[in-house]
């Protein structure tokens, strides 16, 4: 399974980014993708996430209202929607692919992870 993200920069705070996310080789037992994001010193955070051919998606209040997970069908890249951007949101972002065991804004169903695209907000 291959993730790679894209997408990333530097923003000022109020601007809008799009991360995306190719996803590639998966089994069928990946059902599910996420967005997560660390910034230094903190741990790693879910923020979104939906099962791989959409339905509904589940957000961390932070990014509720601002972020917006998307796909358009299972072979289509993963993409993230992020408006009204704010200093708080800066972090390194991943997105992830797994499949059960427990929710899907935790790390626990996630088994495949990409490396990840910066995001600055200034």
């Known amino acids: ?21 190719v996803v590639s080789g998966f089994p069928y037992t990946v059902y599910r993708v996420g967005w997560f994001r660390q910034a230094p010193g903190k741990t790693r955070e879910g923020i979104a996430c939906q099962n791989l051919r959409g339905g509904r998606a589940y957000y961390a209040t932070s990014v509720m209202g601002r972020f917006t997970i998307s796909q358009d069908s299972a072979d289509s890249p993963l993409y993230l929607q992020m408006n009204a951007l704010e200093s708080d949101d800066s972090a390194m972002y991943y997105c992830a692919a797994g499949g059960s065991g427990g929710s899907c804004l ?7 992870w990409g ?3 910066q995001v600055t907000v200034s």
């Open 115 to 117: 490396q990840g695209t």
């Open 1 to 21: 399974v291959q993730l790679v993200e894209s997408g990333g920069g530097s923003m000022q705070a109020g601007g809008s980014l799009r991360l995306s996310c």
């Open 106 to 112: 935790t790390s626990q169903p996630y088994a495949y």
